[in-house]
């Protein structure tokens, strides 16, 4: 491979400019060229790229978000987008991608690489929902994490002051990773998982028995793919039961995609995207690098996409319910 291109996709998330930043800085040391593209596969289709060399990536290390910008492009799915991308990738001789992004973002690496396989492309898991096979963390989950966990230290504050409920919305999609670490870091007196059924009821009878018990506040995390009505509904339907609560409803939002990223971000970010480039110039293609017991390892993009073997560690499940009492 001589030139390769790097763009972010899908949903941001803080790492992914160390990254970006290590396949600049990789693939130059290599004697490779590096295009940026902008806004995700956008960019392949509107021929909006660029030619970046060292100070193209200076002082990114602690930006949150993506200097590439990323974007949510639907022409992709079509064979006339892909093609146009193909095009426009082939007039500016990039032979290889590097795919910053998660799971939709692969999907349509794999499908690109399998229709126009002379440009190898090689996936990097950027998202803070931490959903994918192939790698114990994504990129963006640690910070998240603890930008979550720092808004609900201060939510406890007021909910402490005031002897109240209250019930807090977590990002994540379907997949209930950050609700779980961000419950366990926080003490929270509930964690609702989409990957666990909850019991409405065995919930209230807890946080009566809490309230009993003399707790001057209470926090339920609610992931955002909860099964049980939402943050709202679950909030309504222990409101009816408990008249006497004061019950607050919080939904954290988009804040949790910003920030700069973690010390744990900066470097899985730094360290995968060196994989990365590394892989390609290996001969590699339609991959994923990955961090698995402390060590960078490749899943074919193929497995890296199942998501229904993805599962919270079981300890963990089996501690929060204990911890929290
Ligand atoms: P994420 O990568 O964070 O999961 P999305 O699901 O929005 O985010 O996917 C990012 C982009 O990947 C989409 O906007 C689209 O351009 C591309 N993509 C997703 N699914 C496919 C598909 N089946 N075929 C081709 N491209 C796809």
Redesign the pocket.
Known sequence: ISKIGVLT???D?PGMNPCIRAVVRTALYNGLEVVGIRQ???GLIDNDMYEMDRRSVSNILNLGGTILK?????????DE??EQAYQHAKARGIDALVVI????????????SRKYPDIAVMGVP??I?NDLCGSTYTLGFDTATNTVIQAIDKIRDTADAHDRLFFIEVMG?DSGAIALRAGISCGAEAILLPERATAIDDLIANLKEGHMNKKSSSIVIVAEGDKNGGVYGVAKAVQEEVKNYDIKVTILGHLQRGGAPSSFDRILGSRLGFAAVNALIAGESQKMVGLQANHILMTDLEAALNHHEFKLEEDLLQMMDILSI
Request: hydrophobic share 25%; net charge positive; proline share 3%.
């Open positions: 996709s899908g949903g998330a995700g596969y956008k990323t974007a949510r492009c639907l022409p992709f799915k079509t987008g892909m992004g998660g799971d939709g973002t692969f999907t349509g690496a794999l499908r690109f950027g998202t929902d999609r």
